[in-house]
C-alpha cells in the first residue's frame, strides 16, 4: 500500500486568497488524483495529476481555478485559488502504483472560506 | 464530523449482528469495484477490492459481493462492532477511465452497542 501525506491538514482561509495543498507519496506511483469533498456528501474527482505534462480536469473543473503540478512520481500540489465560502471542503490526494491497482488516498485538507 | 449526515442513507445494527451495505453502480463498462470507509474526520480507507471478472470476494470480516447483471455490489461486515461505525463508499473504475474512480453516493453505519 502507499502512504499518503497531506499538507496543510485543515485551514481557514479568507474570501479572494489561494492555498496550495501539497501531496507527498512514500513510493513512485503512476497514477495521482485529487478529489473534493463537500460537507456530507461523497466524492467528486477535480483531475489526474500528470507527471510531466498539464493535469486533465474533470467536468466542471478549470486550471484557472485549480491548478494542479506534478514535478515527479512522489509529490503533487493543488491550489485552490480566488477562494469562496462554496469552496469549503476536504480536498483529497489519491494515488495508485499503476492502473487496474488499488487507490489509496491521504487524510484530506479541511478548507474553510470565511 | 464533517462526513455525518443531512444526505446519506444510514443503516442502523446492533454490535454481533451483520451489517450488509448496498450499492448500484452506473456504467455497465465498469471492470473495477473497490469499498472504502471513512471515519469522521480522516480520508477514505481502502477495505476489499473486487474485479469485474469475480462475483464474490472474502477478507477478513467482509465479504464483497458483486452482480453484474444489475449492477449491484454490496460490502458484507461479519459480527458488526463499534469500531466499524463510518461512512461506507462504493467506487466503480470503468474500463476507459484508467484508475479514475466514480464514487457512490455512500452509507452511515451506525452501530449500537
Redesign the interface.
Known amino acids: 500500500s502507499a502512504v499518503i501525506s497531506q499538507k496543510p491538514s485543515r485551514d481557514i482561509c479568507q474570501r479572494g486568497t489561494s492555498l496550495t495543498i501539497q501531496c507527498q507519496v512514500d513510493s513512485q506511483v503512476t497514477m495521482m488524483f485529487w478529489y473534493r469533498q463537500q460537507p456530507g456528501q461523497s466524492l467528486t474527482l477535480i483531475a489526474t495529476a500528470n507527471q510531466g505534462s498539464e493535469a486533465t480536469y474533470e467536468s466542471g473543473f478549470v486550471i484557472d481555478k485549480f491548478p494542479i503540478s506534478r514535478p515527479n512520481l512522489t509529490f503533487s500540489t493543488l491550489t485552490v485559488s480566488n477562494m469562496s465560502p462554496e469552496d469549503s471542503s476536504i480536498y483529497l490526494c489519491s494515488a495508485g502504483p499503476q492502473k487496474g491497482n488499488t487507490i489509496y488516498f491521504g487524510e484530506g485538507s479541511w478548507l474553510t472560506v470565511v | 464530523g464533517?462526513?455525518?449526515?443531512?444526505?446519506?442513507p444510514t443503516l442502523s445494527v446492533q454490535e454481533g449482528d451483520n451489517s450488509i451495505i448496498n450499492c448500484a453502480y452506473s456504467n455497465s463498462a465498469s471492470d473495477?469495484f473497490?469499498w472504502?470507509k471513512q471515519e469522521s474526520g480522516?480520508?477514505?480507507?481502502?477495505i476489499i477490492?473486487i474485479r469485474s471478472n469475480m462475483d464474490k470476494r472474502q477478507g477478513q470480516r467482509v465479504t464483497v459481493l458483486l452482480n453484474k447483471t444489475v449492477k449491484h455490489l454490496s460490502l458484507q461486515i461479519a459480527a458488526t462492532q463499534p469500531g466499524d461505525s463510518a461512512v461506507y463508499?462504493c467506487?466503480e473504475s470503468p474500463k476507459e477511465y484508467?484508475?479514475?474512480?466514480?464514487?457512490?453516493?455512500?452509507t452511515i453505519l451506525r452501530v449500537k452497542s
Open positions: 464533517e462526513n455525518v449526515g443531512l444526505h446519506l473495477y473497490i472504502y480522516k480520508g477514505p480507507q481502502f477490492d463508499f467506487a484508467g484508475n479514475k474512480l466514480v464514487f457512490g453516493a455512500g
